[in-house]
């Protein structure tokens, strides 16, 4: 695939417009799996669909795929339309030149490596390729993903890793300009993960392929995307560089899915050029409005990540090269109640007045525990509108949620409680 073969850039890869899909569960309730989603990506982008379990991103990838039927909507890859309710438009998957990769490998298990990897290239219609060049190109495939020596081995005979591979090297042999990925390494140990993480990546800026990859691993879509998606129950809450939607969560449902997040509920008391001044139970904290803007009055939220705070004993001088938060600065007296090492860097768990918060020191030095004081750059505080903050009508942050994935929407650092 050439760039030139790719388009213009002003044509979008992947344009989904207002796209509703619907179910009937078994006891008649409806669910919403996709509930007006429109967003569309550059050609060569690598996009992550990220959210718990049950939030719709398969079902999304699924339709953009031509393997489920919105109810609503339109879907356009690159410049042709795959889809569009409202002109009766339905493109059978095998002609939307889309290459898919699931979680489940889903490789023929009575086929080799070799014959899985070809399969696509021989069932194709309109794109005969000759013998040699069947073989030519499946080999390539096989040795891009590192599989080279496996193209006589089944599927049974090979370890998960391998046979994922295997699956990306039978998406990547038709030379697609799209391909989609459902939660692929789900089903691999943390390792190899990892490993494939980072050459897909590479894989994926070398062959200059256009990505949308789903997973509700949240390090993943960081790790990946060019952007990410953040998916609450059907809809699209926010769309942004993973940096965006770390620094700069749109809502408290993004804001505490992404990382961690130390939160102060208060009311504002003013607004002055960047400033929003807000009163809270702990005291006034200083923060920048994040996503919509607040005024005097405005019941809001206050939130800053852990390794953006620091902790000193309530009475020492800073320490030689600890800077700290550049003003201007919240300080709170606080309570430390207990410090614990946890490799990158040490955990301090406070009480600011009756809230508990949490601080990542990477050199963990104050070792007692007791009164502190606790500092926050301005720069580093969001303030959410607390009736937006879990954005439309979730009334429970990411990880209460009932069938959300406690265990995965908190990093590997929360407390356990
Ligand atoms: N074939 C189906 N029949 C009924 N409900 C479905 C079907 N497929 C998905 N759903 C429901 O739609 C919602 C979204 O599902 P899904 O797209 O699989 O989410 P995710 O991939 O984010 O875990 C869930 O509530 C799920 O139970
Ligand atoms: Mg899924």
């Not at 909507?73 to 889809?83: D, K, Q």
């Not at 899985?116 to 069947?134: D, F, I, T, W």
Request: glycine residues 12%; proline residues 8%.
């Amino acid at each position: 695939m050439t760039p030139d073969a790719r388009g213009s850039s002003a044509t979008p890869i992947v344009e989904v417009h207002h796209l509703v899909k619907q179910f009937r569960r078994s006891d008649g309730a409806v669910v919403n799996a996709i509930d007006d989603v429109s967003f569309a990506m550059r050609p060569g982008e690598f996009v992550v669909l990220l959210g718990p379990s049950g939030c719709g991103k398969t079902t999304l990838l699924r339709a953009i795929a031509g393997l489920e039927t919105p109810d609503s909507g339109s879907i356009r890859i690159g410049a042709t339309t795959g889809f569009c309710a409202a002109q009766g438009i339905a493109v059978p998957p095998e002609k939307r030149r889309i290459s898919m990769v699931f979680q489940s490998y889903a490789l023929w298990p009575h086929m080799t490596a070799f014959a899985n990897v070809a399969y696509p290239l021989q069932c194709r219609r309109g794109s005969r390729v000759s013998r040699a060049e069947l073989g030519e190109r499946v080999r390539r495939a096989l040795g891009l993903v590192g599989v080279g020596d496996l193209e006589r081995s089944y599927p049974g005979q090979m370890s998960g890793g391998q046979q994922q591979r295997v699956a990306l090297a039978r998406a990547l042999v038709s030379n697609d300009e799209l391909v989609l990925f459902d939660e692929p390494l789900s089903n691999v140990d943390a390792k190899v993960r990892e490993q494939l993480r980072g050459e897909l990546s590479s894989m994926q800026r070398e062959l200059g392929f256009s990505a949308l990859f789903v997973t509700h691993d949240q390090t993943e879509a960081m790790e990946l995307a060019d952007r990410i998606a953040v998916l609450d129950r059907g809809r699209i809450v926010q769309f942004a560089t993973p940096r965006e939607i770390y620094h700069r969560p749109a809502t408290r449902y993004v804001a505490t899915f992404v990382g961690a997040m130390n939160e102060l509920a208060g009311t504002v008391s003013a607004v002055d050029g960047d400033d929003v001044v807000v009163r809270t139970p702990a005291g006034r904290v200083v923060g920048r409005a994040g996503g919509v803007a607040v005024r005097p009055g405005d019941e809001v939220t206050t939130m800053w990540r852990p390794e953006r705070g620091r902790v000193r004993g309530a009475d020492a001088a800073p320490g030689p090269g600890d800077a700290g938060p550049t003003p201007p600065v919240n300080r709170w007296p606080a309570d430390v109640t207990a410090t614990r090492f946890v490799g990158a860097h040490t955990e301090y768990r406070l009480r600011i007045g009756d809230t508990d918060a949490r601080v990542w020191h990477p050199r963990g030095d104050l070792a007692a525990t007791g009164p502190a004081t606790v500092s926050v750059g301005a720069d580093d505080v969001i303030v959410l509108p607390a009736g937006q903050a879990d954005g439309p009508g979730d009334p429970a942050p990411a990880g209460d949620r009932p069938g959300g994935p406690a265990g995965q929407a908190a990093p590997a650092m929360a407390p356990a409680s």
